[in-house]
């Protein structure tokens, strides 16, 4: 007998481009009227999906970003021991470690420079049950989500998106002796997904995820939450819009979605400068490129589309370089 897990985890990191686009038309984000809109031509698709914004509104976008990071106050969870007491487990960790440490009931790890706290429990084993009595637990698991996330002191006027979805799997049957009968699909856990924005920009890379076997154990969470600061770089050498990479993103997008029709959609974010510089932030347009299922002789064929950035401070590169040909699926 062979599960095979759907963790909906690996669809929300799939579709986290759909989750960070603004939800309601906003001057940040594409309209929400290009959900769903395919087409191959690509000048077109990207002049549509283009945020409204200007430089000027750049500008007074990221002034209230840097009044909104000067003010923001520490999380409740600021060293390895103020972890170890939130969530009760005996000392051990080294102060100033970003390693792994095991604390036998769970292992962790926590970063403090990139806001980083990850905890995995060791549960042993827990069975996946039906959905229907599964859903008796959804309620008291979205609670403990909600109180944890008040506990951690996550402030709500940074919480841009919160998304609740249950872990599911499905047992395959032997494919002779049961002839691959497929049996019923039962949940495993749910997990809460919290994106963060910083005066209404998201931040990239920056969310809670915090996952639940039932209403009274976690399973994992996975938090990255660090302090925002504005490259002051971006602010000496000043702002662009959008509008002014059109070309640049045109050209990117033909290169690489080899003429199949395409969804691009956009959001003004901030993205780190650095990985070695985990605090310090700059202004982005995130461009998804999504590309329409192709029905085939086979069935149907998805490519994978891209992510990419355009960078939205004077004299830095239009685009990032494009580090392949393709973005298409092995056809």
């Not at 790890?109 to 905890?119: E, K, N």
């Not at 938090?223 to 770089?233: F, T």
């Amino acid at each position: 007998m062979n599960r095979h897990l759907v963790k909906l985890l690996a669809a929300l990191a799939c579709l986290t481009w759909t989750l960070e686009v603004p939800a309601a038309d906003s001057p940040l984000g594409s309209p929400s009227a290009l959900v769903g809109r395919y087409t191959n031509n690509y000048e077109e698709a990207v002049r549509a999906a283009l945020p409204e914004v200007d430089s000027s509104a750049i500008v007074k976008v990221m002034e209230a970003v840097r009044v909104a990071s000067a003010a923001e106050k520490p999380l409740v969870i600021v060293t390895v021991r103020d972890l170890e007491k939130f969530f009760s487990f005996r000392e051990r960790g080294l102060l100033n470690d970003s390693t792994y440490v095991d604390v036998g009931e769970a292992v962790y790890r926590f970063d403090s420079g990139a806001g980083r706290i990850y905890v995995a429990w060791r549960l042993g084993s827990v069975a996946p049950v039906a959905r229907k009595q599964f859903a008796a637990e959804i309620p008291a698991i979205r609670s403990a989500h909600d109180a944890l996330i008040e506990r951690l002191g996550i402030p709500r006027q940074e919480v841009m998106f919160v998304d609740f979805r249950e872990i599911l799997s499905e047992t395959d049957g032997h494919p002779v002796l049961e002839k691959g009968v497929k049996g019923e699909i039962q949940s495993e856990g749910a997990t809460t997904t919290v994106l963060r924005a910083v005066a209404g920009v998201l931040v990239e890379g920056s969310y809670l995820r915090v996952s639940s076997v039932n209403g009274k154990r976690l399973a994992w969470l996975d938090m990255r939450w660090p302090i925002v600061r504005l490259s002051e770089a971006t602010f000496a050498s000043g702002f662009r819009a959008p509008k002014d990479a059109l070309e640049a993103i045109v050209k990117r997008v033909s290169a690489s979605s080899g003429d199949l029709a395409v969804n691009v959609r956009m959001a003004v974010v901030l993205r780190p400068v650095d990985p070695a510089r985990p605090t310090e932030f700059v202004p982005a347009l995130k461009i998804g490129v999504q590309p329409r299922t192709v029905k085939t002789d086979q069935g149907y064929r998805t490519d994978a589309g891209e992510v990419f950035y355009s960078d939205l401070v004077r004299g830095s590169p239009l685009v990032e370089p494009l580090l392949r040909d393709t973005v298409q699926s092995p056809r």
